[in-house]
């Protein structure tokens, strides 16, 4: 939700104003769609990362004001909590090495952040979950300084008219009352972007509800919060919390929410998602904008504020023709630049070859069937039991060696990478499968061998600096030690 808005202070008329915008917009896009009028451009590979500005103990520095306004770095902007700050990349066509030169920008990019942080004497991570976070460090004094934070805190706690209550049921269980929005800031993402033509687009957007499961099991970095012992992937349950308002009127606390897996699969057109952005989620920012309806930008802003795990932007490409992408939202952030190119390789690959399937035969597992392995491999990683195409239950470990991994590799062939890149990549996949260990793995393993210690805090913050040093390493997660 990268759109800045003039005010944070509205009344029933910019409401108002707002959706009739929002209702032509949509209108217009449905018609583009329909009339073809839409970028047919090949598919184009990008994404965002999110990550934590550090003092050196390891404590949350909450700058980065100062540090965007110094470092000067047009991909870096900052996010909803002071001490996160994302990353963005330049569009790249998804062909040819286009993994080995988005590492290459990458890691530019984080190299010159992270000199920049120490500097000034902080230090940057790249982890799903802050395990040296504090609850009381969540609070609206470390709320970025702009206006579409403090309207969004305001609106969502209007909706709820009740605290934030979080209660997640993991290997331990945590139970809180938050009474603001920054509870989300806990949570930071590699967030990977596929623009796609029109008329495939919503069978991809299928094919990576699908292929959720096996990412965020793979990628999973976050099993830690507030000195709990969650979830593999534990930002799922928290966002999902974090945020938690749903529909119009009786629906509020209903089944449709802004923070979700979705409600189906896009049947007919990747147009039935915004559809349902205009039917069944009110409005949470209705800024004053002016702007053509050719421009999309109160639609823009009100999917923006509807976090699917899956979910479809609209953007331009350089002559101004409208086009869509695919976000996919559910890996963490790192462990490494390295790590997170890898799960960008499985996830383009993976999700190619199943969408090449779709189109070929059809839907082959329910949607509430792919909902349900999501947050199974969300919880227990890569430990988890899935029913996959076949309608058998497999464990997951075993399913991404024997077939997800070389679906992958048919999915990025298909797609024009080189086979350099190819096996490069998916082999640090492979790598992670074989040796079970990703984020979460690594980090349950440092604190069950640093067990003898009873101060747990101290063993956060040890394992904290621990991973930081391994980051900073560039070796892949999978290479880690624990000691």
């Known amino acids: 939700m990268g759109q800045e808005i003039s005010f944070s202070e509205f009344d029933k008329s910019d409401f108002d104003h707002f959706y009739q915008k929002l209702k032509l917009e949509t209108k217009l896009l449905k018609k583009m769609i329909e009339q073809k009028a839409c970028s047919t451009r090949s598919a184009v590979a990008g994404f965002e990362i999110e990550a934590w500005v550090l003092d050196t103990d390891m404590s949350p520095a909450p700058i ?20 996160n700050i994302e990353l963005n990349s330049t569009p790249t066509p998804l062909a040819g090495n286009v ?44 709320m970025s300084d702009l206006n579409r934070y403090r309207a969004l805190n305001e609106q969502i706690l209007q909706s709820r008219g009740k605290p934030i209550n979080l209660d997640i049921i993991g290997k331990e ?20 972007h596929i623009q796609l033509p029109f008329d495939t687009a919503h069978h991809f957007y299928n094919a990576s509800i699908i292929a959720s499961a096996p990412l965020v099991a793979v990628c999973a970095n976050s099993p830690f919060l507030f000195g709990k012992d969650l979830w593999h992937e534990s930002r799922i349950p928290l966002f999902e919390q974090a945020i938690e308002t749903g529909g119009y009127d009786g629906a509020a606390q209903g089944p449709i929410r802004r923070v979700s897996f979705g409600t189906d699969y896009a049947r007919q057109s990747i147009m039935e998602c915004f559809t349902e952005n205009l039917d069944h989620f009110p409005i949470l920012l209705p800024a004053t904008i002016d702007s053509t309806l050719e421009a999309f930008e109160h639609l823009r802003l009100h999917n923006g504020t509807i976090w699917r795990w899956n979910r479809p932007l609209v953007g331009f490409d350089d002559d101004g023709t409208p086009h869509i992408r695919v976000e996919h939202r559910t890996p963490a952030a790192g ?39 999501f947050y199974q491999a969300s919880r227990y990683g890569l430990d988890s039991h899935i029913i996959w195409l076949d309608g058998k239950k497999h464990r997951l470990q075993s399913l991404l060696r024997k077939e997800l991994i070389p679906r992958a590799i048919l999915g990025l062939k298909s797609l024009g990478v080189t086979s350099c890149d190819t096996e490069d990549f998916l082999d640090i996949i492979l790598q992670r499968i074989n040796n079970k260990q990703n984020g979460s ?33 560039g070796k ?6 624990a000691l």
């Open 99 to 142: 993994f080995s030169r988005m590492h290459k920008q990458l890691q530019a990019t984080w190299n010159d952040a992270y000199q920049h942080a120490e500097s000034l004497e902080k230090r940057l991570l790249m982890i799903g979950t802050l395990p040296t976070l504090k609850q009381s460090e969540l609070n609206l004094a470390n």
């Open 441 to 473: 793995f690594w980090q349950r393993q440092f604190i069950q061998s640093h067990s003898h210690d009873i101060d747990l805090n101290k063993n956060l913050k040890l394992m904290t600096q621990c991973y930081l040093k391994q980051q900073q390493s």
């Open 173 to 192: 269980h945590l139970k809180l009352q938050h009474h603001d929005v920054m509870l989300e800031s806990a949570t930071t993402s590699f967030q990977i």
């Open 64 to 83: 980065n004001d100062h540090f965007l306004a110094t470092l000067k770095n047009p991909l870096a902007f900052e996010e909803l909590a002071k001490f």
């Open 476 to 481: 892949p997660v999978a290479e880690w030690s």
């Open 335 to 373: 462990p490494t630049t390295i790590d997170s190119m890898a799960n960008a390789a499985f996830y383009y690959g993976l999700a190619k070859n199943l969408s090449d399937e779709i189109m070929q035969n059809g839907l082959a597992i329910p949607f509430s069937q792919a909902k349900d392995n």
